[in-house]
């Protein structure tokens, strides 16, 4: 609910976005990571998080991602560039929706709430 009610949102997710990416009998895996690094290289260390949480998976195909951040650091487009880049390049994903909100400064550095429908590999 964290998500689909987030005050201060920039880009909204709804249920009807959760209900249109994930379909089937599939798994859906749900992930909270944070990093408190306030970096440049804030979101690659995310990346390395979500890498390692999600390594013992052999294929997924949707991806739901939300970003929380402070109001005085927001997400630059590099940072989305670097999330889009190593989700296509590492896992080739069909579909990848993504919302961010502001939240107070005294919280993590970047904070994300991720959804993955686990699957079976078409190769």
Known sequence: MEVLNAPKS???IDANDICELFQGEEE????EISVNEMSEMRMEQLMEVIEKEVAHLEYFNQLLMYFFV??????TMDELNTFLD???LNY???EVIWGSVFVPTQQP?????????HGVSES
């Not at 402070?70 to 997400?75: A, G, I, K, R, T």
């Not at 550095?109 to 429908?117: G, N």
Request: aromatic letters at 8%; glycine letters at 4%; zero cysteines.
């Open 86 to 88: 190593y989700t296509n």
């Open 28 to 31: 859906i895996l749900l992930l």
């Open 70 to 75: 402070p109001q005085d650091f927001p997400l």
């Open 10 to 12: 920039i880009i909204n």
């Open 92 to 94: 080739g994903l069909s």
């Open 109 to 117: 550095a970047i904070r994300a709430i991720m959804m993955l429908q």
